[in-house]
């Protein structure tokens, strides 16, 4: 290429990779000053047009190279000559360097692809084409560059705008006149990272076999604490990190305080269940198995273990007439690469009758004028203890997956109090014993939250 036009192209070139905008907004660099002190003539606009076509929106760093071609085509109705051509990339503020690309060419009517040329330190980059003059375009004829562009893998991610430029002669006019600036434009061509950060896919931990023991079909309200038992067994082949837990599902609400139970600690100590609830089914209570303590409240089970938790479980007095259905959970807290899970019992059944010597209707008070009352018959008198429900007018089905709850027991902190245990979530409760988009129970190291599946598990991190 003669040295005054392949000044002015990478004049041009140079003062809009260094603004960081596609060279078509920097006309005035067509006008800068040649070495020899002289000012170079340009025409207003080019008889030559220039397209960049099959040039896609996406390269990735370190990927295959991309292939494309820069189309030149004469508008006049006469011979004009090509002196030059240059390929750019704008650098829009990334950082890019030259050094992280590579151009290939073939001149048209090629076939053997060679390597453009860098010049220049700047962002971005610019690439001679042809060190030499042409070609000649006739009136109406167009001639393709193919162009290869590969990007290393240590180019940054973000926007560049490539452009291919050449500069043109029309013979027919006066020197002074005779050159102009032919640009392609620079359309946007983005970046794409080596490594696309991706989410690794994870699998559900394994869950140990739980079951209740010993659970009776009737408790009578007021009476003692009777006894039963949480027996985990684990069969999935790995070692378990298991939270346990207890939920009581029936027809009617049971309040929290008329229940008590309570579960032999590790050490010997007697503890009461940590109450949660579920806004979804009201008449649900769950109460969780911890100590207090990190290490007591998380059971690790070795493959092949099985650990038996004794329980004992009384109702106040007051408690109502009621059937119910006990089921025990333990979820498991994932491990790398894990979701967590959990599993249940099959639930035991059971009625809370009323206090002994409820049955019946109290004597009636004397008058005050000494009148007796009426006798009456014990057989159609009507009693007052409230009737059980049988059990098999009660909605059945498995507890709640507390996948989510598990997970935010993981990272739950230990201050959280008692307060928090309210329940606060919404949803359908249509699905038996199902917690969809409701509030579930977590159970933490050493914390017991309700958590919503809907807005994400409660908790930072431990």
Do not use: C
Request: net charge neutral; charged share 15%; no cysteine.
């Amino acid at each position: 290429m003669r040295n005054q036009p392949r000044r002015i192209l990478a004049a041009a070139a140079t003062a809009a990779l260094v603004s960081g905008v596609a060279l078509a907004s920097a006309p005035a660099a067509l006008a800068a000053p040649a070495a020899t002190g002289t000012t170079q003539g340009t025409q207003a606009s080019s008889p030559v047009t220039v397209a960049l076509v099959g040039l896609p929106d996406t390269v990735k760093a370190g990927g295959a190279p991309i292939e494309f071609s820069a189309t030149l085509r004469n508008t006049a109705d006469h011979q004009i000559d090509v002196l030059g051509s240059v390929f750019t990339i704008a650098d829009t503020g990334i950082g890019s360097k030259p050094s992280q690309f590579k151009l290939e060419y073939q001149a048209p009517g090629g076939t053997q692809w060679k390597d453009a040329t860098p010049s220049g330190g700047i962002a971005g980059g610019l690439w001679d084409i042809d060190r030499t003059a042409g070609p000649h375009l006739a009136p109406g004829a167009e001639v393709a560059y193919r162009l290869r562009l590969t990007v290393t893998a240590d180019a940054p991610a973000g926007r560049v705008a490539p452009g291919f430029n050449s500069v043109a002669s029309d013979p027919t006019l006066p020197p002074e006149q005779r050159t102009s600036f032919a640009m392609s434009g620079s359309p946007s061509l983005v970046i794409a990272p080596a490594v696309t950060p991706t989410t690794p896919a994870t699998t559900p931990a394994a869950t140990a076999d739980v079951r209740l023991d010993g659970v009776p079909a009737v408790f009578t309200a007021g009476a003692e604490a009777r006894p039963l038992k949480l027996v985990l067994t684990n069969n999935s082949g790995k070692d378990l990190r298991l939270v346990p837990a207890v939920v009581f599902q029936g027809q009617d609400i049971l309040p929290s305080g008329t229940v008590e139970f309570e579960f032999q600690a590790p050490n010997g100590d007697w503890l009461a269940g940590a109450p949660g609830g579920d806004s979804d089914h009201p008449s649900w209570l769950y109460l969780g198995l911890r100590t207090g303590s990190k290490d007591a409240d998380v059971i690790t089970l070795p493959k092949g273990g099985t650990r038996t938790i004794n329980a004992r479980l009384a109702f106040t007095k007051d408690a109502p007439a009621l059937a119910e259905s006990l089921v025990a959970i333990a979820g498991t807290l994932p491990g790398a690469g894990e979701s967590a899970a959990e599993a249940s019992s099959p639930k035991a059944d059971f009625n809370i009758a009323g206090p002994a010597g409820s049955v019946g209707t109290p004597a009636p008070t004397t008058p005050a004028t000494g009148t007796a009352p009426a006798a009456t018959d014990p057989s159609t008198a009507p009693s007052t203890a409230p009737a059980a429900v049988p059990a098999a007018q009660v909605t059945t089905g498995a507890p709640s997956p507390a996948a989510d709850a598990v997970k935010a027991a993981a990272a739950a902190p230990a201050a959280v109090t008692a307060t928090r245990l309210a329940s606060t979530g919404g949803g359908s409760s249509a699905a038996p014993m199902a917690i969809t988009g409701a509030t579930a129970i977590a159970l933490g190291i050493g914390t017991l939250v309700v958590a919503r599946r809907r807005n994400g598990a409660q908790g930072a991190r431990n």
